[in-house]
């Protein structure tokens, strides 16, 4: 959970880390299209947009799993599920999804300032990768790590931490930019600074109710100091 206090003046950074989901790219509409998909081919009735909104940004076994529990689906029926899910995710990535305004910018001025910048989603890593790649993203990070290739996903510090080595930056020199509580809690819990959208996905709660040392419209209102 959330520390009672968290340092309210941010340390000048030398190091970024982006999420990508509900932060960088608003992917609901790949997420409904995949579900909707899924969930005809094991003849159940499908989700509606708005518990997709709520679930997302846990990873895609608790997509799965929650959304499977939603439809009276058997918990039996999970592997297969999680399989087409794959095989959904590969061939329509990024096709019913859109960079948010000022993320471009954003991403454009934080890059000027020459420090390191990694992405770190809960998205599994190769469909990460190429969503990043398919909207002219992924040439502004240094490193993009998915929900898979650490032993524990956010909100766990586990990410953080191994991607402020792998970026060979501090954890308190280091600000995370998300847009949901599983980013905040795994950056106060590493020791990052928080950066908070408010446009995201963050389980149906104001994102200001989220402890963060900044909040922010776009991408490109971070204030740097
Ligand atoms: O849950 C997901 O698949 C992605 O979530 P994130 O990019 O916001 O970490
Ligand atoms: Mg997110």
């Known amino acids: 959970m959330f520390p009672n206090s968290i340092p309210s003046h941010q340390t000048a950074p030398q190091a970024f880390i982006i999420d990508l989901d509900g932060t ?3 992917t609901l509409g790949d997420f409904v299209a995949v579900l909707e998909r899924v969930l005809s081919e094991l003849g159940l009735p499908t989700v509606d947009r708005a518990f997709v909104e709520l679930t997302v940004g846990r990873g895609s076994e608790h997509l799965i799993r929650t959304c499977l529990a939603q439809v009276g689906g058997d918990a039996g029926l999970y592997e297969r599920a999680w399989a087409l899910y794959q ?3 590969r ?5 019913f999804a859109e960079v948010y305004p000022g993320v471009r910018e954003g991403l454009e001025r934080l890059r000027g300032l ?3 910048m990694a992405c770190l989603t809960n998205k599994p ?3 990460a990768r190429e ?3 398919l909207k002219g993203l992924a040439g502004f990070f240094d490193k993009v790590f998915g929900g898979d290739d650490f ?3 956010k909100p766990d510090p586990l990410p953080l931490l191994m991607t402020c080595e792998a970026l060979g930056v501090a954890p308190a020199r280091t600000w995370m930019i998300g847009d949901s509580s599983n980013d905040a809690q795994a950056a106060h819990a590493a020791g990052c600074s928080v950066v908070l959208v408010s446009y995201g996905y963050n389980h149906g709660e104001p994102i200001r109710n989220v402890p963060a040392q900044q909040y922010v419209d ?3 209102q971070i204030s740097l100091n």
């Open 114 to 116: 020459g420090l390191p």
């Open 91 to 95: 061939a329509l990535n990024g096709q």
């Open 151 to 153: 032993e524990r996903k």
């Open 131 to 133: 969503l990043l790649a």
């Open 125 to 127: 890593a190769a469909f």
């Open 24 to 26: 960088m790219v608003d």
């Open 87 to 89: 095989q959904q995710y």
């Open 218 to 220: 776009r991408l490109d």
